[in-house]
């Protein structure tokens, strides 16, 4: 069981990580901007084709050797689980390296062409638009905040019932490994991790939906689409994500209360079903919102005037992936490469609705 999830998760990174470059926006290609005429353009789908047939090569190589080490040593379950654990990080670590080898490869090419000289470049922006868009609304986010709160609840009236010693980490074989004496504030460190887990994401959410909802000069008509099919899918996958997270804090604050009521598989399982559903759905954002961008590829070609294009604003974007854009009231921003929004660095109320939350739950779990 445990090891058909880790197959499962590894498979679904892999096939992530492959189809970036054609699900990300056509006008932006390894986190550089071109214009919309380059979009077909035979060297820069070479190079997208050359990053999908070489994540994919690495990824099989990680599997087999870990296919293979694992058949010829006699390891117990726990290192092979933590061994298969640590693949989907070679693979992410690999096909960085790619990315930024290509990253730099299309800089050149973009230096060398001389694509946006003497070309006028404009932004675009439609003030009835947020009129359209999709997103949840803010109280929905409260659902699982209330969840969590019953939870608190349960726990404090089945507090007399715990046991003197609470755990406070599993090992990989599902079984607690670390303890500590049974306090209020101990038996409460999921609940209330959890809790501001919960209002991290009403946060994000939040802010996703009150940054800047930017359109391309050449291609009006689908990167409307697009960006509100990407607002739109984000926000149920956060939700989708919220649920989750919820489920399985509660699932351990279970066990805790119920100390031995759940088999070792199961506990092993959960954490690991968990990653490969948020693959899963991560992969469905990516069908949705790339698959309309590939629809209206045609349209795009066809829209518009080639003298004028999309600002070049990659001088805010360090690498491709760090925004840090100070004249940018946006707190997040639609990544460059992958799937989904990034923070620009420039703005510190970002910093505080990530880390913020982050250092909370590290003072309540160190306390």
């Known amino acids: 069981m445990e090891m058909t999830l880790i197959f499962v998760t590894v498979g679904f990174l892999a096939a992530l990580q492959m189809a970036v470059p054609f699900i990300v926006k056509r006008t932006v290609v390894f986190g550089v901007t071109i214009p919309v005429n380059e979009v077909k353009n035979v060297q820069l789908r070479l190079y997208k084709k ?201 699932f351990l604050q279970f066990t805790t209360l119920y100390e031995n009521s759940v088999s070792d598989l199961l506990i092993i399982a959960m954490p690991l079903a968990f990653s490969a559903l948020v693959l899963i759905g991560t992969v469905v954002l990516a069908i949705k919102v790339g698959k309309k961008d590939s629809d209206l590829d045609v349209e795009i070609l066809d829209e518009g005037s080639t003298e004028v294009i999309n600002a070049d604003d990659d001088q805010y974007w360090k690498g491709g992936l760090f925004y840090f854009n100070p004249e940018d009231p946006s707190i997040f921003v639609e990544k460059r490469f992958g799937v989904g929004w990034t923070l620009n660095f420039a703005r510190p109320l970002g910093y505080i609705i990530l880390i913020g939350p982050l250092l909370v739950i590290l003072i309540v779990t160190l306390i």
Request: hydrophobic share 50%.
């Open 50 to 250: 050359r990053y999908a047939t070489l994540t994919l090569f690495i990824s099989i190589i990680v599997l087999a050797t870990y296919f293979v080490w694992a058949s010829m040593n006699s390891l117990t379950e726990n290192h092979l689980i933590f061994a298969g654990l640590f693949m989907p990080f070679v693979i992410l670590f690999m096909s960085m390296a790619l990315y930024f080898y290509y990253h730099m490869k299309v800089t050149q090419m973009k230096k060398q062409e001389k694509w946006f000289k003497d070309r006028k470049q404009v932004r675009v922006s439609e003030i009835n638009l947020r009129t359209k868009d999709e997103m949840l609304p803010w109280i929905v986010y409260v659902v699982p905040m209330v969840i969590t709160i019953g939870l608190v609840v349960f726990t404090l009236l089945n507090y007399a019932s715990l046991p003197d010693q609470i755990p406070t980490h599993w090992g990989p074989d599902g079984k607690p490994d670390a303890f500590t004496g049974k306090t209020y504030l101990a038996a409460l460190t999921l609940p209330i991790v959890l809790l501001v887990m919960n209002a991290m994401f009403l946060g994000i959410n939040e802010l996703t939906r009150n940054s800047g909802i930017k359109l391309s000069a050449g291609n009006v008509k689908s990167s409307r689409i697009r960006q509100l099919r990407l607002r739109k899918y984000t926000s149920w996958l956060l939700f989708f994500i919220s649920i989750l997270v919820s489920m399985l804090f509660t």
